[in-house]
């Protein structure tokens, strides 16, 4: 009988094969958040270095991103004296909401590599990515916002009707529960028992790994450490690395 490390295994040679498949979403109707912020130093300083890095597009979509977290933290005087408390839907939809605004493309188009794992703010620099792009900028922001990381899953997936495989994000309201899906593909947040068309493979956060034999927890398979991507796209958000795209989205 396999073990589940050799399972684990096949899974992520089959991911390697069919990374390219990741696919875009249908255009949502969201706006982009309008409302001025109260920005940190260190947003600023953000926003200053994807602006020199990409230029002044990318920094006009890293001041939205930006204070789109303020507003949704309930940080921002003016947000918390209609809404003194965000709740953590609210979180998930802004966040699900935002960076499904940005343009779809391929690693091999965008980055010339055949699985790129770009970090928040290259993402944001880019102005597009693929499926893993969307999920991790995701989790990042979600987490930004004080979403527990127990709560929160980088899952992927195999879309069944597309014959392709995908990453979503999974939001666990507590450790029983059915989690909720934040996609690129479909926009609207759903649990993962209405998403038929998602076959699940193995998940992970900033601490676990799992293998997913049903729409729910799944088998902790390990530590996250073992994938390699995960690791390197973790270090390089610490480092705030940036990485220029081979085409410019912008032009």
Request: proline share 4%; with cysteine; aromatic share 10%.
């Amino acid at each position: 009988m396999a073990s589940i490390f050799n399972v684990l295994c096949y899974s992520l040679i089959l991911i390697g094969i069919f990374s390219s498949g990741c696919f875009a979403a249908e255009a949502n109707n969201h706006r982009p958040v309008t409302a001025q912020a109260r920005l940190t130093t260190l947003d600023k300083q953000n926003i200053d270095l994807i602006t020199l890095f990409y230029g002044e597009r990318a920094g006009k979509r890293a001041t939205a991103w930006r204070q789109t977290l303020h507003q949704l933290s309930g940080h921002d005087e003016k947000v918390k004296a209609q809404a003194p408390l965000v709740s953590d839907p609210e979180k998930l939809k802004g966040i699900n909401d935002f960076f499904n605004q940005l343009q779809f493309i391929d690693d091999t188009v965008l980055w010339n590599e055949t699985d790129y794992w770009a970090t928040p703010s290259e993402f944001i620099g880019a102005g597009g990515g693929d499926c893993e792009d969307f999920s991790i900028a995701k989790y990042f922001s979600l987490l930004s916002l004080g979403i527990d990381d127990e709560k929160l899953r980088l899952v992927y997936v195999k879309a069944l009707t597309l014959n392709q495989f995908h990453m979503v994000v999974a939001y666990y309201p507590h450790p029983a529960a059915v989690p909720l899906l934040l996609d690129n593909l479909d926009g609207e947040i759903k649990p993962a028992t209405e998403r038929v068309d998602l076959l699940p493979i193995y998940s992970f956060n900033g601490s676990q790994l799992w293998l997913m034999k049903q729409k729910g927890q799944g088998q902790l398979a390990g530590d996250a450490a073992k994938l390699s991507a995960w690791n390197d796209v973790r270090l390089r958000n610490t480092e705030q690395e940036l990485r220029r795209p081979a085409i410019n989205l912008d032009e």
